[in-house]
């Protein structure tokens, strides 16, 4: 499934995606595929709430891969339940016999305001956001960690999904910003528990159009007339995502690369600002003083997106 416009870059690799049945998933399985890579293409087939399920939009997209002359195989398990994630990593190292990179993707949403937002739709989004993120890095970690044990050390990569609205906050996305905020603390401790068995573990906020997105940010969303540069085709994530799931990104751990249109921005994360040390204890009164001094001289926060 190689052509002038790839390099291999993955070849021989095999790489899970989940949510990889459509937008931006879809996408990076067939950017993987293109450049070698045996792709295994994970799918619920539900709603952008979450609802129903199916097992088309999988399937759909290793037919797509195999009929440009690429490898793929479908699953359509859980990710957020222990069981569905340990059979994604065997679905890879049964039809393939190895696995080299995890990307994961899969979510939905569920947008309320914080005072109409239901336990249920905060429970659903951390669920599959967060939790759906944990457990295939848990068992597809434990495979790595037996390999660099028996003496293997894999040359392993995982890519996070993380968002804007983890970055920064999102208005109506109290349970979406907070799961992708804590995708990229894991982010973090994953680098760093897993270096010692040859694992990588970044995270992408992308920014494209999706089932997701085309409801949230209608307006920025519009794809282009004809023959204009697409920016927000969820296409131009994939390069990045291909690469940091390659071994060409060797070195590049614990990192979050914020990636839309033709821009790739590496963000810098929550670093140590002003400081005041009275060297005893303050008083209320003098912690207040302290405190506004201190954001005078800070840089002022980034908005939240669709505050007002």
Known sequence: MTSAATSGICAG?????????????????????????RVVVNDLGVGPDGSGG???????????IRASGGDAVAHGGDIATSDGAASLVR??????????TLVSNAGFLRDRMLVNLDEDDWDAVMRVHLKGHFLPLKHAAAHWRAEAKAGRVPHACVVNTSSGAGLLGSVGQGNYSAAKAGILGLTLVAAAELAAYGVRVNAIAPAARTRMTEQTFADTMVAPED???????????????????????????????????GRITVMEGWRPGPTADKGARWTPAEAGGAARKLLADAEPPRPVYGAR
């Open 91 to 100: 679905t890879a190292l049964d039809t393939y016999g190895r696995l080299d």
């Open 54 to 64: 199916s097992g088309r939009p999988a399937h759909a997209v290793v037919e797509e």
């Open 227 to 261: 023959g204009a540069f697409d920016a927000m085709a969820p296409e131009n994530v994939s390069p990045l995502v291909v690469w940091l799931g390659s071994t060409a990104s060797a070195g590049v751990t614990g990192r979050v690369f914020e990636a839309e249109a």
């Open 13 to 37: 690799r095999v790489v899970i995606v989940t949510g990889a049945g459509r937008g931006l998933g879809r996408a990076h399985a067939r950017a993987y595929a293109a450049e070698g890579a």
